[in-house]
Structures are given as C-alpha cells and as structure tokens.
C-alpha cells in the first residue's frame, strides 16, 4: 500500500487550521500543523513533506519571509493562503516561489482540489529552480535543460529512471524519499511489482555518479526510512 502524501499546515488561527487539517486527513493525507513559521520550518527539517499550505499572517515570521527560507532548500510545493485578496499580493507571492495562492474564505473542496492539482504538477515537474546545479566543487553537475549529468567533467549516460530518480533527489536534496515514494515519482500509482526495484535502480545509479558506491556521498542511504541526497550545493 502506498504511504500517504505527507502535507504541513501553517495557520496561526487554529479554527481554520484544524477544519483544514481534518478535512484533508479525511481525504487520504497525513497532515503535520504549526502555529507560526519557526515551528512550520523545524517540521519541514524533519518530515518529507510533499506540500506546504502557508498563511501569510502568521505572528512570529511573515508567511513571505517563511517561504523565502523554504525555497532557499527546497522545491516542495507551496499554496498561499491569506485574507488578502489584492493582485499585487497574489503575484508577489508567486514571484517569491508559491506554487498557488488563495483566499480566504474559501471552500475546504476548493482547496482540496489545489492540492490534488499543485500535487500533480509537482510530480510531473522534476526539474529544479536552477536550469544547472553543481555539487561538490564541480564534482557533479546537471544540466536541466539537456538531461545531461557529468562526474568530473566526464558525461554519464543515465537510463529514463536514473535520470528521474537523480532529478527528483536533487529537487528537494532535504526530502528522505521511501520507496513507495521513488515508485510513484518513477512508475506512477499504478504500479504493482516489487518495490524493491528501486534498490537495484539507486544501486546502478550510485556506481556512475559516487566515487565509492559502497560509500556514497549523494544517494544516502537513511536507515530504516529510505533515500536522500547528500551532496553540498555550489
């Protein structure tokens, strides 16, 4: 069975944050709340949360400050949500990276349909913010655009899921990825083999970018929990 989406709702107001949470943990989702943005951003440290719902008000951080430090280390999909309902606002937050952006009041089956949305497009859209990333001094680098990988300045061929696996942990290189969650990103929903598949897609990958595949410094191994990325960003 696949593990539920993770989702963090943060809203100083605990009305809506609860009708909020309760509502999407009645559709499928496991749902983490936090009352300010500190407490949003430790939760986002230690959960691989897959969509972030963000107040702008809340009392410690303003809800842009908060996702300018969600962006700084992560892709993971952002809505908005604020009781303004000026242009201006709305675009501003999209510019700072939100991925959506709505109003209050609104309707918990509108939201709920953001979510479904934004969800989607995420899972479809693996390509990072930077169109070229390096890490490691150099040690590893990406091309976007191209879908072209070098380890130490030499090109590396990489299979359609190696590339999809490598793109999707360098999206969100905080994210702990289980298996059921690398098997949607790779083979969709539908898939119903063996989910230790996935072991034999990282190892192969593991032996074309890691200089010690028995030792890797990019596709860490977290026990008991899955994958993540461990490279350092230039």
């Known amino acids: 069975m696949a593990e539920k989406r993770k989702l963090l709702v943060a809203d100083d107001e605990e009305m809506i944050r609860e009708a909020v949470a309760s509502y999407l943990e009645s559709q499928g989702y496991q749902v983490f709340r936090a009352e300010n943005g500190e407490e949003a951003l430790n939760i986002l440290k230690r959960e691989p949360i897959s969509l972030v719902i963000l107040d702008l008000m809340l009392p410690d951080l303003p809800g842009e400050e908060v996702c300018v430090r969600i962006r700084k280390q992560s892709r993971v999909p952002i809505i908005m949500l604020t009781a303004k309902n000026v242009e201006y606002d709305m675009i501003h937050g999209l510019d700072l990276g939100a991925d959506d952006y709505i109003t209050k009041p609104f309707s918990l089956k509108n939201l709920s349909a953001r979510v479904q949305a934004v969800l989607r497009r995420s899972t479809e859209d693996l390509v990072p913010l930077a169109r070229q990333f390096s890490w490691n001094q150099g040690d590893l680098v990406i091309d976007y655009d191209r879908k072209e990988v070098r380890k130490k300045g030499e090109p590396v061929a990489l299979t359609a899921i ?18 059921e969650n690398l098997i949607e990103l790779v083979f969709g929903l539908d898939f119903s083999g063996y989910d230790r598949v996935i072991d034999t897609h990282i190892k192969n990958l593991r032996k074309k970018i890691e200089d010690d595949s ?6 860490c191994t977290v026990h008991g929990m899955g994958y993540k990325f461990g490279g350092t960003a230039e």
């Open 162 to 179: 190696e590339w999809k696996l490598l793109a999707a942990f360098t999206k969100y290189p905080q994210k702990i990825f289980t298996r």
């Open 214 to 219: 028995k030792q890797p410094v990019y596709l």
